[in-house]
């Protein structure tokens, strides 16, 4: 089974329809969205309610800090991203706040974990910005893989069984085997508001045949996603940021 | 992790498990059958001891990842895999052919033996590189020279590197991992990622197979280990006479404490032991005693200069990719002179990005297949040496050093295929050549640039003058 995991789409309807379009190319039995589908974007709506579509179907989706701050009396977010978040939930409808209120923090399939953020803390919603997040994150699981979003950067990191934790970078469509010998954290990049430098849409497949990740990049149209986010008023930075990707 | 009886006769996957060729500290070799594979091939199943250096498992993991994706003739070909759950082992093509470890009982071979044994292996890396990947354990051992046509085929991929998949052996282990006879300074200082590493390992073997002493001995502690960055081997000259001033100059460029003194690429090293007599030779080819020891005080003490800064280590593709072997096919006749000018121009232009870059100056000398002998002139001059002199006048204003310019006149029948044949057996990067926009000239040019551009196996730049240019030259030719 081929499984693609979509993170931090942030009302990006762009980048979504141009990963769901790669992704059709690519044989995908089963998606997972991990959190984050609005905040930031312009298009929370048309985004939600493609996610929803897709659940119906199938597939699996989890609840983001974002998601989750959609409803007011619940997780505070700060700055830029709070402004977006009472534009969200003044544009979405009350179907579509009981879709995002109802997404689970976590889901496990077999022997992995899905997760937005890391497996530890999973309701607060920590950054595995690197090696000592990572740690925590694979030691507060059993699963042999973790897939997590919630930094907008790809990264793997790897424990052995003595406990030492490893991380890398990985290479654009390069599938990595995971070697069954340690266990597996997968972070994937952010389909609707990438920060590593690199302004495409990512996102990730895993082969459970092969037992392989895929970090793939799919560029999109740019231009008109910032010119949405331009023209409903948001804060100049979201739509300036996603043609440098930081 | 169960571990099953291997008894001959077992049956795993599908393979049925045939005799053990060989019994190794790390892993167990069988000979195996397969009904949906003819060849003959290997399982290698790594030995697992309660209390096993890890480093086995390990190795044993980068090896399952690594060979799968390696493919060519310098490698053993993968069948298939088993995992740690209940078996871990790898099939291969059992490569036929013997390792250079059976070499060790004749040592020294005769130099020009080890110079064509080790175009062969550099060679190999020069491909494996390509690939992605470092092998960081290159030694006889893992080199088998493949019966019949000789071609060096690289094993053993436990310690590699391959730099698009995660290194599980960096920073798993806190001391160096090779083997302590060939392992480059860099290595023992932690850094995995330097392909000149290979390079350095290939020129030990150098040293060991002409001289039959290992030039750094065989240390078993790190200090010993550390010792190759100051303490410079004995020049093997001194213990072999009769390795040439060439081979010298080669192996202890190989040998060079900081990898940005070796060879550039793997390419480049075979290209100067395939084309001895244009080596450059620096005083090292002739030198006969160590360093003094002032110098080697001086080196032991302040070893910043030598010992490579992990932050300037380049990615291994970005490091082929800046060192290419560029040939510059050339005409000399007189009527194409602001061809070949442009043609300096655009080479000009390539060498000023890659100051790595090395580059083959080519030019062919028709031969008459009927009169084979008629190749001086009245004055006895021999037309190759001509050719060869206005071919170095033409790189001389280029400007670059002599060390990365050779000149070579191929005497052949066919232009294009002496050209093809040079770019394959040299692993040539790229091909700078003038073509004319006439269509009279272009009948008799042309169809060199066009048999090139539809068989070279690398990138073709084909020249031409601006159109002004070309103008003048077809009407002096009518004129003529």
Known sequence: MRIAFLADIHANLEALEAVRRDAAGRAIDRTIFLGDIVGYGADPGACVDIVRDACAAGAGGLLGNHDEAVDASRFKLNGNAEAAIQ????????????????????????SRLYVHASAAKSASFPYVHGLHEARDSLMATDAKLAVVGHVHAPALYHMTVTGKVMGFVPIIDTPIPLSTQRRWLAVMGAVGQPRDGNPAAAYGIYDTATNE?????????????????????????????????? | MAKMDLAPGTVLDGFTIGRVVHKGGMAIFYDVTHPDHAIPMLMKVPILREGEDPATIVGFEMEQMILPRLSGRHVPRYIAKGDFARQPYLVYERVPGDTLYKRLDTLPLPPLEVAAI?????????????????????????????????????????????VQLPDLMDEEFRLPYGTAPYMAPEQVYGIRSDPRSDLFALGVLMYFFTTGVRPFGDPQRLKGLQRRVWWDPVPPRRLQPAIPPWLQEIILRCLAPNPAHRHPTAAQLAFDLTHPEQVTLTPRASKLERDPWGMRMKRRFNPDSFRPDRARVKQLDARINAAPIVVAAIDLSDSHRDLTDAVRVTVARILATLPDARLACLNVQKINLITPDDHLDADGHSIHVQRLVALKDWARTLNIAEDRVTCHVLEAVDAGGAILDYVRSNTVDHVVLGATTSTRLRNILGSVATEIVQKAPCTVTVVRKSRAQDTAAAASVHLA
């Open chain 1, 87 to 110: 534009w969200t939930r003044a544009v979405l409808s009350a179907d579509q706040k009981a879709f995002l209120a109802g997404l689970p923090l976590s889901i496990t399939d077999e």
């Open chain 1, 213 to 246: 990740m895929t970090f793939a990049r799919v560029p999109y149209d740019i231009e008109r996603a910032a010119a949405k986010i331009r023209a409903a008023g948001l804060p100049d930075n979201l739509w300036q940021r996603l043609s440098t990707g930081r």
């Open chain 2, 118 to 162: 080790a175009a062969k292996v550099a060679t190999a890396l020069h491909d494996l590189h390509g690939q992605h990947v470092i092998h960081l354990d290159i030694k006889p051992s893992n080199i088998i020279l493949r019966d019949p046509d000789g071609e060096a085929v690289l094993i053993d991929y436990g310690l590699s590197h391959h």
